[in-house]
């Protein structure tokens, strides 16, 4: 069961960011760990969760610079402009 707040942001479990971004485990901890996927928010001890709204604006923003310039991509990524 995941959480949902009144917006329609939901908490997401490992398992269905992994669904939703069609990316592995091991590759979105990486990517966490490199600083180019949101990380996620520690709700428990051993607990943590994504949110559903962070993950989706992190999809857009790949597909809005996909058709940039690699150095122009990398820099709005970054800016996230």
Do not use: H
């Not at 590759?27 to 949101?38: D, L, N, S």
């Not at 994504?50 to 310039?69: K, N, T």
């Amino acid at each position: 069961m995941t959480s949902r707040d009144e917006d329609g942001c939901r908490l997401l479990k490992i398992g269905e960011v992994v669904n939703i971004t069609g990316i592995s485990k091991s590759v979105i901890y990486a990517m966490v760990r490199r600083g180019e996927f949101p990380p996620p928010i520690k709700i428990g001890y051993k607990t943590a969760r994504w949110s559903s709204e962070e993950v989706y604006a992190w999809m857009r923003d790949i597909v809005r610079v996909r058709g940039l310039p690699k150095s122009v991509a990398s820099r709005e990524r970054v800016v996230g402009a």
